[in-house]
Structures are given as structure tokens and as C-alpha cells.
């Protein structure tokens, strides 16, 4: 039988059973069983056979049930094989992208993506007119540290080639958060290309008068670069206030003249005129509030803002803010504002992270999340690009040359060089436009580490609905020039090393890169590399990662302050199936609550786990070893192999990948009997007939017959819950009876054995009442008519109503009279002695026979 794969079917093939049994509880059928366990097709009981979910050619291409039959006494037909073979039909989809797509870093040159795609469309055509393909090509680049890999001094050093300034540094742009300074030395950030800081809301930093000279914002212009990422955290106070640049006094008094910090899920600008820059009682604008959702997105961004009184712009990720027509009157917001009086003998004091408070001498109004860059362009505002040369990414992706267009073909990208849109008809030139699609990446130490690609193909004819063809996920691994060094050595050099402290804790230890002479953090993950797990483990669900240890090393020693991560990845090899296959994370502990209280976001994908967030490597441990991976069909696989790698922020400290083997324990096959002899014996047959669609001629086979044979066939062993009372061995195996049919039968039995005793006991009471009156012909019939009855009881089934040709007639002799010769009792009376020998049966009939002839007497009045 041949059904269609992603099909769900209401019957594909009934199969019918006829019994040789005329009695109701042997004769008729009672139910169907597939004995076949493990697949996907379920029978009812008139032998309908349907699918319980869709079939997948490439998962199998035919299936073989083991079909049985049982009448109403539960008695089991021999098994008949039923073969439903898997049609394929053919999918429109996107074939030749490979899984993975290797860049070394450094190498300035760009590599093509799809080499070798290849769009199956399944001869779909579109009648009269011409069909439409849109493929778009995306790179997903948000979990690295900024949203993309930037380079702002290449681009402005660009800049400065093609004579829009003299040097780097001509936009007047201050550093005022550098690593290596005297002001920065006790703050938290990590070690990079492209260093990060870290603030917790307590901690901030006083900008030296030599870097920034005390002056009045208000009076010129002025623009602040900045690029942090807001943590998040919820708060009943909404009055908080966290700073990322402040200017206020030295001392006596707290009045803040410029800052720019974060409240409520806002970003405001505060700008206070000076005592001298007009009237002090004019209220002028003072206070700018943009509400945006970048700021509580826990994500990074770009802002730039531009003053020059009155006007005032917001930049973010360069590109302009402008508010929606129905708040462009709200947003921003604009507070107006008295100048601040007179205070002579007083200053300023430029914080970042922070703002001083004057009167307590110490910072205050902290900022919670971290901050790459914060910038200062006095008496200068920046160009739309110079802006842009802080938040164009350094990779990107390369559109096919214009050469390769061909009529009524048309390709689109957006600013940042992230997504690429090919239109057409010819599906042919639309093939050789995504092959010369090409990813590059020109920073000079790029982001180590994975960016994913996705690929969107939708198929359409005019004025008709769209058909979206599967999505293709694939990645880009961005690896150092020197990742290609063996690892074993470094593997060995560092166990040898610390095997007296360390041995008793790690099975495996895992170093990214030999240490060098700046000691460069080391992230190490150890654990098992093997796991053994059983079927019912693996259905209910196994802990993948419960093993595991992850630590940061400065050369020998653990940093409390570098045990933090940026983002982890675990892989899986081959994907997930997600008809049977699932990666979860287990709640049962509580465990859900608390993720909530991280900052890591996890994606689960049927690749693996993505976890993006910059938090503690103790919570990190903590959502990795609730990982709980689950495969309802354990069978299909001997192993899983799961890779994990994770990297501080930035992704420029990366761990080596750590990889953990899950080990299937297959259970033993019981050696099983021939079809045969396992199929207890019955009268049953079994016989198979197609659906409508398609006829094919019956089969039938008969329980009965040892010398069917088949090939290929598994049998499996299928053991139903029962009580001990209600299970019977013989000697041909064993026998499952449901309760129900087995009470019955015992009834049935119970029954008949009290109908022949009350037979019998019927019998021999007329036997003696014949006998007591003398009767010849009354005996001789009841004791014919009991032993019928005694013969009828001891059938168990009764035949079919057919006459047999060789069948004796019995003389019906009720009605004849028999005299006997007087003188012939001694040897009748011998005979019946005799006959005490005999069975019961003959022995009944015998001493009643006599018992009458012995009592007749003579009739002389004839003599």
C-alpha cells in the first residue's frame, strides 16, 4: 500500500478476519491489534489502519505493521504483515547551503556565502503569467558585544583622507572613559580590543580638569557621544536617576549644570543656563526627555546629541530621532526652567558614571548597566558622518555586482549592509545572484565567534497568495589566524601543571590559548566528556549539563572579579528532529523563577542553546545545568554529541569547545519463537482489503498452517498490566485474557458443569422410577434420552448444522414390546453380574434393561 508522506490519512488499508467458530463467543471478531510497536498508525475494531501523525519519507520509506485478530474469547489469530510504503512528494525548498561558514579573522578579504544554493521549486509555475521569486539574506550580528563589529577610528580616518578634516581627532572628540588612566584604574571592565565597564550604581569616576576644562555647556555648542547598555531592572522608585556625564559643583552646593542620565525608562539631557546668559526670570528650556525603548531593552546602543540652542538632536544607532506625528508635541518632552543665581567662588566637577554631590563631597545617582564610550565634542557639534562612523558595522555583507542583474531583476539593502532583498522571475539568474552574495569583516581585531545567516525564499504569482519556502539557518564562524594550533599540547602543559591541586576536581580541563606575558584571562569549563542514559531516562528527560564547572584563570589564579560571561552556545550534532527531539529547561526546582532574575536571555533552536547576557558565571552554571534535553524515540539515534563554548564580553575570550557524548543504552532483544508457535492456537483468519482508492485481492491466513514463513520480520514481545490471576501459561506460551471475557468463560463453564450434573441426576431419577413401575419401554427410552443429553453436554462448540455422509441412523424403538423367555433369567441375571464391570454409562443402561425384564411375568390366560 502507498500513501503519501505529510499526509494525515483517515484510513489507508482495512484489514478483515473470518473465523471457521459458528458459535457467538468463538465465531465472531472482537478486536484488532497492531503488534508492531513504535510507529506511527493506530487500528480500531472493524480493522481500519490510519496514520496518527504524518509520515516523512526521509525518516522511513516503508513501515511493516504485525496486524492480529482476536475473537470474543480473546483467542489470537496469527499475525499478517502489512507494508505501507512512503511516497515522497516533492517540496519546494532551498538545497547547497552549507551548515557552516569559516572567516579568518584579519584576512580583509571577503568569502562567498552560497556558493553552491540551488532552488527546488517542484515545476510550480504560474498559468499565462510570470512568477515571482524574493529571496532576502540576513546576518544576525545582535549578540555580539555592540550589535555588530565597529571600527569608528577607521572611518574616520577615511575621513580624513578624502579631506573632510585634517586628522582623527579634528571633530574636537574627548575621551573621557580610556582603561589605563588614573581616574578609570577602580573601575570594573574587561579586558579587549575594546574595553567595557562595568557599573553597579555605587561606582563612578571624576574627570581630571586637565582632560576637560570647567566651562558653561549652555553658552556653545557641544555634543556627546556615548554607547552603553541599560540594565534593566525593575523599580517601584521611578525617580531613580542613573548618570552617564555630569558637570556640578565642587562644593557647598549639589545644583547639577549639564547632565545626561537615565530615569523611568527615559533619557534626558539636562541643560541649565548660567546666571549671566539672560534674565532670571525668564523661563527658558532646560530639561530634553526622549522616551525610547532602547534605553530598557538591556541591549547596546549608539546615541549621539548634538546641541546647538535652542535646537537639540538625538541620534540612536545613526539614525535621527523623530517623534510619531501623535507625540511629536510630548516627545521629548521639553521642561522649562529659571537660570541658575549667582555663586561666585564656585565650580564645576565632571563625572562619568555618576554625578558628584558638592555639599556631601561623594558621588551619588549611580548608573546600573555598562558603558563603552562616552565622548565629548566642546564648541563643535558632529556631521550626520561622523555620527555614522561610530555605528556603521565593520562587517557586512557584499551585494552581487550590478553586472549580473538582468531585466526585471532588482536588489535592495539596507544602511547597515545586514540584509540583502533579490527579486525576479528567472529562477536561474536568481540562483547566480545569492551565489555572489559575500560576508567581510575589515575591523583589525574582530569579534571572535559565531554570526548566524538566515535565508528567506518566497515563491508567488500575481494577484496571488505568497508560498514561503522553509527558512535556511546557517553561521558564520569568525576564527583567529592561529586557531588551527593543536590543543593537546596546551591541554597537557596545564594538567601537568596544576595536577596536584586540580586533579581531584576536573576530569578534563579546557584552555582557550596558551597564557601570555600580559596574562591574559583564561576561560576554563571542565566536566565529563561521556553520558551514559537508558530509554526511560532519555523519554522523560536527562540533564545534559549537570557536570559541568566553568572558571576564569589569570594564569594560575581565579580573579572574583573576572568571573563573569558574556554569552554562551551549546551546539548540537546532528540538529534536533523536533517531531520527537526537545531541549528544555527544567522548572521542577524552581529553577524558572529564578532565570528571571537573570540577565541572560536564552534561544533554544533545533542548533542548540543561545544564551546572550552579561552576568555571573555562577548564574550561567545555573540556567546550562537545567538544560534538559528529551528524545521520545531514542532508537532512531546511538549518540549526541553537545558542544559548548562560552566567551567573556566582547567575545575576544573564548573557551576551547567542550564536548559531552550522550550514549543511548539500547535494550537487548529477547530471542523470540517463529510466527508459528508463538500465535496461539485458533480458527481464525485474517484477511486484508485496501481502501476505496485502490483494490488489491484479499489475503487470507490461517492460524493453523506452521509452513507460512516470513522474512525480515521482527516480532516483539507486548505484555499487558494484568494481575497475576487473570494471565494463563500453556504450553505454547502465554495467553492474555481480559477480565472481562475471562469471567465470562468461567460462568459459562460453572454453568454447564451444573446442567450435566442436574442431567445426569434427571436420568437416574427416571431410571428408577421405570424401574419402580415396571415400564420396559419408559425405562428404555429415558435411559436413550439421558444418554443423549450426557453426549450433547460434552461438546464444547458446536458444529455447523451439516450431515455427514458416512452419519448411522438410530432406531427410534420406544414404541416396541419385548418378551422375554422366563427361562432365561439365570443367564440374563449372569449377564448383568457381568455388566457390573463396565463403564458407568453402559452399566446404567444395562442393570436398568434387566432390572425390567426381571419383573415380567407370564400371561396364562391364553394357556
Known sequence: ????????????????????????????????????????????????????????????????????????????????????????????????????????????????????????????????????????VSLKTKHISFGCDRDASQCLRRLSENGAQRDSDASGLVDLLQKNTDWTKDLTYDEGAEAIF????????????????????????????????????????????????????????????????????????????????????????????????????????????NVDLPKVDLYIDGVRFESNVEDRHSNPEVIDDWPLHAAHGINTTLAIGACYQGSENRLKHGFSGDIAEIKLSTRKVLTPNQIRCGTDCAEKLLPPADHYLEPEQQIQSNTQMNKIIIEGSNKTNIEQLLQQIQYINSKESPTIGRRNIQVMTTVSCPNKKAIRLPTIDTYIMVSSANSNLSGGSLLSSASS???????????????????????????????????????????????????????????????????????????VFPSLNPDHEEITIDDKDGADESLFKFDIKTQISKEGVEMIGYDTIENYQHVLKSLVYINKKPAYYLNRVFKLTCSQVDDHFRSAEYTLTLTVLHPKQQPTSSIASAAPSSNVLLAISTAPSEQHPAVAVDSHDNGNQYAHVMLHSHDVQESQSKVRSSGLGHEKLASSHSTMLIVVICASFVLLICGVGIARLRNSSAAMAGGSSGGHGGAASGGTFARNLTDKHLPCPKVAPDQQLDWDDSALTITINPMQHDTLSDESSESDNSDSEDEEVLNGRYKNVSQLEWDNSTM
Not at 601570555?516 to 526511560?536: C, R, W
Not at 528527560?541 to 560571561?565: C, F, H, M, W
Open 198 to 305: 562595568h557599573f553597579d550604581g555605587s561606582s563612578g569616576a571624576i574627570v581630571p580638569k586637565n582632560v576637560v576644562q570647567p566651562q558653561d555647556f549652555a553658552a556653545h555648542q557641544f555634543s556627546i557621544v556615548t554607547m552603553f547598555r541599560h540594565n534593566s531592572i525593575v523599580s517601584t522608585d521611578k525617580h531613580t536617576k542613573e548618570h552617564i556625564v555630569c558637570s556640578a559643583d565642587d562644593h557647598k552646593m549639589n545644583r547639577h549644570h549639564m547632565a545626561l542620565f537615565v530615569r523611568n525608562c527615559r533619557l534626558i539631557l539636562l541643560l541649565r543656563k548660567d546666571f549671566n546668559d539672560g534674565d532670571l526670570n525668564i523661563f527658558s528650556p532646560a530639561e530634553w526627555r526622549w522616551k525610547i525603548p532602547q534605553v530598557c531593552d538591556n541591549e547596546w546602543h549608539h546615541y549621539t546629541i
Open 497 to 571: 601543571s596544576s595536577s596536584s591541586s586540580s586533579s581531584g576536581l576536573y576530569n578534563k580541563i579546557l584552555v582557550d590559548k596558551p597564557l601570555a606575558t600580559d596574562q591574559k584571562p583564561q576561560i576554563v569549563i571542565s566536566g565529563n566528556s561521556n553520558h551514559l542514559v537508558s530509554y526511560p531516562d532519555i523519554k522523560e528527560g536527562v540533564k545534559i549539563l549537570a557536570q559541568i564547572n566553568i572558571s576564569v584563570y589569570t594564569g594560575k589564579d581565579i580573579r572574583p572579579e573576572l568571573q563573569k560571561l558574556d554569552s554562551c552556545n551549546v551546539n
Open 1 to 136: 500500500m502507498r500513501v503519501d508522506e505529510g499526509r494525515l490519512y483517515q484510513e489507508i488499508i482495512r484489514v478483515e478476519a473470518t473465523d471457521k467458530d459458528c458459535t457467538p463467543l468463538f465465531g465472531d471478531v472482537c478486536k484488532y491489534e497492531i503488534l508492531t510497536s513504535d510507529q506511527p498508525f493506530t487500528i480500531d475494531n472493524e480493522g481500519s489502519i490510519r496514520n496518527t501523525e504524518p509520515l516523512s519519507h526521509k525518516i522511513s520509506h516503508n513501515h511493516i505493521l504485525s496486524v492480529v485478530a482476536y475473537d470474543c474469547a480473546m483467542k489470537q489469530s496469527a499475525p499478517v504483515m502489512v507494508n505501507i510504503r512512503v511516497r515522497r512528494v516533492c517540496e519546494a525548498h532551498v538545497m547547497g547551503v552549507a551548515e557552516r561558514i569559516d572567516y579568518v579573522a584579519n584576512s580583509m578579504e571577503s568569502v562567498s556565502l552560497f556558493p553552491k544554493i540551488h532552488l527546488e521549486l517542484c515545476d510550480m509555475q504560474c498559468k499565462g503569467e510570470d512568477m515571482v521569486i524574493q529571496s532576502s
